[in-house]
């Protein structure tokens, strides 16, 4: 499946309201991994994986996000790092900017 395209993916739905951690509703995950959300401050998440060296330097790429139905008016204004070989960090300007938000990693071979 998505070894013959290359690349491992993890895709969710995500909802963030709030002080909490995003609430990811799994699409896809054939990483092998768990992943955790996190939230460290205003517009400020994470996504940590059980497996230690899944996020590999210039194999991974947040390929989408995007905000959903968000209940604010505000447009998320979006960065991501791949902050070490197990941790993605996303940065909006607020919090409460996505329901039912689309995020797509792909981990490449």
């Known amino acids: 499946a998505s070894l013959s395209l290359g690349y491992k993916t993890y895709a969710a739905l ?3 309201t709030g002080t909490n951690a995003p ?3 799994v699409l896809k995950n054939d990483t092998g991994a768990t992943m955790t959300w996190g939230r460290s401050g205003v517009g400020q998440y994470s996504i940590a994986s059980s497996d230690t060296n899944l996020f590999l330097p210039n194999k991974t790429a947040v390929a989408s996000i995007n905000d959903g139905n968000p209940t604010s008016s505000a447009s998320a204004f979006r960065k991501w790092n791949r902050q070490q070989n197990n941790i993605v960090t996303i940065a909006v300007q607020a919090d409460s900017l996505f329901t039912n938000g689309f995020i797509e990693i792909r981990i490449y071979a």
């Open 23 to 25: 609430v990811a509703t």
């Open 14 to 16: 995500l909802t963030q």
